[in-house]
């Protein structure tokens, strides 16, 4: 399934042991239970690691659920900085 090699997908990247990750779109094509596990799943590595992540998405509930700040791009140019709802 789509949820399953998203989350095969960060297995292997975590074997990297990376500081930071970008997270084009990580919950697109994926079920609404599918996208709460991974978002649960992004959340539990980034406390055990304290992980940085730059989470792109077009979904704006999602992103002022998961981020602490939203940069919107407007125009091709990124906004200011936006508190996150959290």
């Given amino acids: 399934s ?6 095969l997908a ?3 990247v975590m074997l990297l042991e990376p ?3 970008v997270l084009d779109e990580p919950t ?7 996208q709460a596990q991974m978002i649960h ?6 406390r ?12 704006r ?3 002022e659920h998961f981020c602490t700040a939203i940069r919107p ?5 990124l906004g200011e900085a936006e508190q996150a709802a959290m």
């Fill in 73 to 77: 791009l407007k125009e091709g140019r």
């Fill in 48 to 59: 055990e690691r304290g992980l940085g992540y730059l989470f792109i998405s077009h979904d």
């Fill in 28 to 34: 697109s094509m994926l079920d609404v239970i599918s």
């Fill in 61 to 63: 509930a999602l992103c």
């Fill in 41 to 46: 799943l992004l959340q539990e590595v980034q």
């Fill in 10 to 12: 960060l297995a292997r």
């Fill in 19 to 21: 500081s930071l990750l």
């Fill in 2 to 7: 789509g949820g399953e090699l998203q989350r």
